[in-house]
């Protein structure tokens, strides 16, 4: 998509998107989940976060994989530590995908049990308040997960550039 921005490699700059507002969307995500009533009043800020955190796994997944194409390019072979790297970047998009979508899925739920009201809900949906707290928990459970996979492709990204000149 794109190698540099105003001549630096963009993949540096752009991980930090990820980085930052995956963990905040799920530190947001447990709040709302603990708090429901908060729900109404932020499960759209949050799903936004999840969904630029998300939006940031794709652009550094992207810039990442020019950054290493302009490596093989200019000839330079390509360390185990950023082919596993890449990898985990990989893993880091697909997890933080699931979390926007699962989150999004809770907040559009929420908003349409409130719309219909209890009555209605129960007619479409057998037990609504265990469909809601079933949601509520996955959220949590994929927030957390794409946090860990998120932390564990930074750590690994970060070891394999200022690592490489030891032996």
Not at 3 to 19: I, K, N, R, S, Y
Not at 42 to 51: D, H, M, Y
């Amino acid at each position: 998509m794109f190698e540099t921005f105003d001549g630096l490699p963009a993949h540096p700059l752009v991980v930090h998107l990820p980085v930052v507002l995956v963990p905040l969307a799920a530190l947001a995500v447990l709040a709302l989940a603990l708090r429901p009533r908060l729900l109404r009043t932020f499960g759209v800020v949050v799903t936004v976060l999840a969904g630029v955190g998300f939006a940031g796994a794709l652009l550094a997944t992207n810039s990442g994989e020019a950054l290493e194409e302009s490596f093989r390019a200019a000839g330079q072979t390509i360390p185990e530590t950023l082919r596993d790297h890449a990898e985990m970047g990989d893993r880091a998009q697909v997890l933080a995908g699931l979390f926007f979508v699962i989150t999004l899925a809770w907040v559009v739920y929420d908003r349409w049990h409130r719309r219909v009201g209890a009555e209605r809900a129960t007619a479409v949906v057998r037990k609504p308040r265990h469909l809601a707290i079933g949601l509520a928990v996955v959220a949590v459970l994929s927030g957390a997960a794409a946090t860990a996979s998120v932390t564990w492709a930074g750590h690994s990204g970060a070891r394999s550039v200022w690592e490489q000149d030891q032996p």
